[in-house]
């Protein structure tokens, strides 16, 4: 876990990971930068550390370091992998930092040379950015089932420990894919194979309704 402060739930978390179904995990403690809906996402921009944000400069401060410091941090962590799993460069449903921890990940693939993996979830507010990987270029992913008793156990430590940040009804897909090694360099010609997408609506409390560009 990159991210333990920040939110409002940095003990919630904290006993969250200690409950955590998988046993023990490694927190970075970095204090989130609150970049989140910061960037302009109809025309997203992206940066060598994320994505450009715009509403805020204490926060786009706060954003560069940070990803200084994750690099720093998850250095001594990967240096020895052969493959990563981390969040994609759209940013899932449209997170900044989770854009920022992709680029952060992708700064040490090239100095690593491990297999990078992305998850195919996307939303609306990311779905422009998402355009930008995947349409006209070969993407090479895995599909596999959804473990629905592991993701429920998980979800129950989160909502005992009151570290639930999503839908408190929420069910997940039955399965999930998984994209190798993309970047926007990897283009092959004006026509590609596109990857199943698992697509959330994810509507914000001022809108009733999220429609797709």
């Known amino acids: 876990m990159c991210f333990l402060g920040g939110s409002g739930f940095t003990c919630q978390r904290k006993l969250a990971i200690r409950n955590h179904p998988l046993g023990a995990i490694v927190s970075l403690g970095l ?8 960037a302009d996402w109809k025309s997203p921009i992206e940066t060598d550390v994320g994505i450009d944000i715009v509403h805020n400069d204490r926060v786009r401060k706060r954003y560069t370091e940070n990803f200084h410091a994750l690099v720093k941090l998850l250095s ?3 240096r020895d992998c ?4 981390t969040h994609n460069p759209w940013g899932e449903y449209g997170h900044e930092e989770h854009i920022q921890i992709y680029r952060a990940v992708r700064t040490l693939q090239d100095a690593f040379g ?13 779905i422009t950015l998402l355009q930008e990987y995947l349409f006209g270029q070969y993407a090479r992913y895995e599909t596999h089932r959804i473990d629905s008793l592991f993701t429920e156990k998980l979800k129950k430590v989160y909502l005992q420990h009151g570290a639930w940040t999503w839908q408190e009804n929420y069910e997940w897909f039955n399965e999930e894919s998984f994209l190798l090694n993309l970047s926007k360099d990897s283009f092959q010609g004006n026509s590609g194979h596109l ?13 009733k309704q999220c429609t797709m560009p």
Not at 31 to 38: C, L, T
Not at 82 to 85: D, H, K, L, P, Y
């Open 82 to 85: 052969e493959e990563v799993f």
């Open 195 to 207: 990857c199943p997408i698992n697509l959330l609506r994810v509507v914000p409390k001022e809108q």
């Open 76 to 78: 001594p962590e990967l």
């Open 114 to 126: 491990f297999d990078l993996w992305v998850d195919n979830y996307c939303g609306c507010r990311s």
């Open 31 to 38: 204090r989130q930068s609150g970049a989140f809906v910061q």
